[in-house]
Nanobody, 131 residues
Framework: EVQLQASGGGLVQAGGSLRLSCAASGFTFDDYAIGWFRQVPGKEREGVSCISSRDGGTDYADSVKGRFTISSDNAKNTVYLQMNSLKPEDTAVYYC????????????????????????WGKGTQVTVSS
């Protein structure tokens, strides 16, 4: 059974940092793509970042480029999202989602996770950024 456990959310002031973790189990953690998504009540879910273990490709939403960094620790079966320079508009519930194996290869080092194509989802973790 595939399980994803997102953690690390919390309340932080604008300009602060948080690191989210997505601990995965139930699939081979050397051939996967894991993405972070976020959602605010009443708004559509937004893709934040994605990483593919197959070729190390990553992708970021324009709104978080230069502030967020996705990384993985295969020994710990965990993907991280380091979030710096947080803004109030980053406030949302953050979810991690996975697919194994990845259905395609990165292009130019970019691997984009499509929410509709991710079969496994974890429960979200709340991130609140105060102004």
């Amino acid at each position: 059974e595939v399980q994803l456990q997102a953690s690390g959310g919390g309340l932080v002031q604008a300009g602060g940092s948080l690191r989210l973790s997505c601990a995965a189990s139930g699939f081979t953690f050397d051939d996967y793509a894991i993405g972070w998504f976020r959602q605010v009540p009443g708004k559509e879910r937004e893709g934040v970042s994605c990483i593919s273990s197959r070729d190390g490709g990553t992708d970021y939403a324009d709104s978080v480029k230069g502030r967020f960094t996705i990384s993985s620790d295969n020994a710990k079966n965990t993907v991280y999202l380091q979030m710096n320079s947080l803004k109030p508009e980053d406030t949302a519930v953050y979810y991690c989602a996975a697919i194994s194996p990845p259905p395609y290869y990165s292009v130019g080092g970019i691997y984009t996770c499509e929410a509709n194509g991710m079969p496994y989802w974890g429960k979200g973790t709340q991130v609140t950024v105060s102004s």
